[in-house]
Nanobody
Framework: QVQLVESGGGLVQAGGSLRLSCSAS????????MGWFRQALGTEREFVAR????????YYADSVKGRFTISRDNAKNTVYLQMNSLKPEDTAIYYC????????????WGQGTQVTVSS
């Protein structure tokens, strides 16, 4: 059974930083691309960042480029999202997801962690 468990969310002031973690189990982590998405109250879920299976390729939404960094540790089956210079508009539930090499779709999702940025 595949499980993705996010942690590291919380309340932070604008301009602050948080690091989210997503621990994966039940899958061969090193062959999956990983992504972070977020959903603010009353809005649709949106893409934040993704990273290739090896970690050699990353891609970001324009809204977070230069502030957020996605990384992974395949030995620990964990993907991270370092978030700096946080803004109130970054407030959302953040989800990690695993993208299968065959499907090229994000097949597995975590339950999310809340990030709240106060002004």
């Amino acid at each position: 059974q595949v499980q993705l468990v996010e942690s590291g969310g919380g309340l932070v002031q604008a301009g602050g930083s948080l690091r989210l973690s997503c621990s994966a189990s039940g899958l061969t982590f090193a062959i999956y691309g990983m992504g972070w998405f977020r959903q603010a109250l009353g809005t649709e879920r949106e893409f934040v960042a993704r990273i290739s299976s090896s970690g050699g390729f990353t891609y970001y939404a324009d809204s977070v480029k230069g502030r957020f960094t996605i990384s992974r540790d395949n030995a620990k089956n964990t993907v991270y999202l370092q978030m700096n210079s946080l803004k109130p508009e970054d407030t959302a539930i953040y989800y990690c997801a695993a993208r299968g090499a065959m499907t090229m779709k994000f097949d597995y999702w975590g339950q999310g962690t809340q990030v709240t940025v106060s002004s």
